[in-house]
Structure formats: C-alpha cells, structure tokens
C-alpha cells in the first residue's frame, strides 16, 4: 500500500543553520504532497504542498519540490530559527480508491530542536 | 473565524471501558476526518463523515464508530478500550468531500491513556 518514509530525529541543529528532512514515498497514481508541522502541544498544521510533479511548495522559508522520478518530497529551509522547534509530517493524500480515499498518510514524523 | 476545537483535552480511562470525544469543526466546514497518533508516530486515518454519514473508513474495528451532527460537529466513540488504544486523538475538517488537494484543519487533538 501506500506510505511514506521520513529521516528518523531527532535532528539537532544550531540557529542560522541549513535544514533538510528527508521523506521519500511509495503510491499508486499521482498524489498531492504535503509537509505538516506540529508545535508542542498543538494540532496539526500544514506548512507546505505541491499537487503534481516538478511543483515547488513554499511557505515561511520553508521549500520542497514534488520528484516524482526520485519519489521524494524533503523538506528544506535556509536558516532555521530557535521558533522552527517542532515536529515535521511529511504526507500524502491517498489515491486508493475506497474507504480512504483523498485523506491522508503520514510518516512517522522527524522532531527538530534548534539551539540558540 | 473560528479553528477546530477538541474536548476534553486530556482523558484517563481503563480497558474494557468505551470513550466518546468531540470535534467542532471550523466554520463552513462539512467534512470532519478523525486520526490516531500513537506516541512517536503519525497520524492514521480511522474515519471521515460528510453531511452525517460515514464517507470513508481506515484499517480500524468497528469498535471505533463515529457521528456527525447536524451543524458538522462530529464525535469519536471507542468501546472495549484496549491499551494499544492510547493516543492523540486528532479531528481535522474541511469543506466538501475529499480533495485530492484540499487542505485539512486539524484541531489540538485528545490525548487518550487507557490503563
């Protein structure tokens, strides 16, 4: 079935440093990706996406671009802040046709600390 | 506007016990979705409703049932509480059905521990 594969955290970086969070799929079809982030001890909420391949999803520094060839959707930002602290979602919408269908499958999620 | 809101927050039950938990969908929002996040992992689509029916169902028993209301709040029921069944409960919402690219709200989600 459908999944996706992120790095494993956590991930430790220092302030002003390059991020990069891995996350590779496997699916039927041609899904939307998404990055979803969550603080601690708040819900889900979505940080980037791209619905078809070669698309670049971009938010608050944020960048990942849709392979289809590679499969892979990682996650980058530039200069990460000690307020990025969070755990990162990579995710995919479900192709299958049936009960799932249009919702979403995650990773298991890559928790970044960013030290001052 | 108002976001999706969960309640109760936190929850403490014993094995063999049932749960109910709530979600208030975001404003204009018909369709709600519930997922389980067990601690370390991702979410898992258990359900979705749309305009008060069932509109699609994950890899979970039927001991997990659900509803919606009428104004497209929902609630989350789990009988025979088992220990694997302690997790964050997340409820998302949106606006029609599911979209290939439509973006989910998710709500702080309820933290189940099942003793």
Partial sequence: GDSVTQMEGPVTLSEEAFLTINCTYTATGYPSLFWYVQYPGEGLQLLLKATKADDKGSNKGFEATYRKETTSFHLEKGSVQVSDSAVYFCALSDMNYGGSQGNLIFGKGTKLSVKP | ?115
């Fill in chain 2, 1 to 115: 506007e108002t976001g999706v809101t969960q309640s109760p927050t936190h929850l403490i039950k014993t094995r063999g016990q049932q749960v109910t938990l709530r979600c208030s969908s975001q404003s204009g929002h018909n369709t709600v979705s519930w997922y389980q996040q067990a601690l370390g992992q991702g979410p898992q689509f258990i359900f979705q409703y749309y305009r008060e029916e069932e509109n699609g169902r994950g890899n979970f028993p039927p001991r997990f049932s659900g509803l919606q209301f009428p104004n497209y709040s929902s609630e989350l029921n789990v009988n025979a509480l088992e220990l694997d069944d302690s997790a964050l409960y997340l409820c998302a919402s949106r606006e029609g059905l599911a979209g290939l690219g439509n973006e989910q709200f998710f709500g702080p989600g309820t933290r189940l521990t099942v003793l």
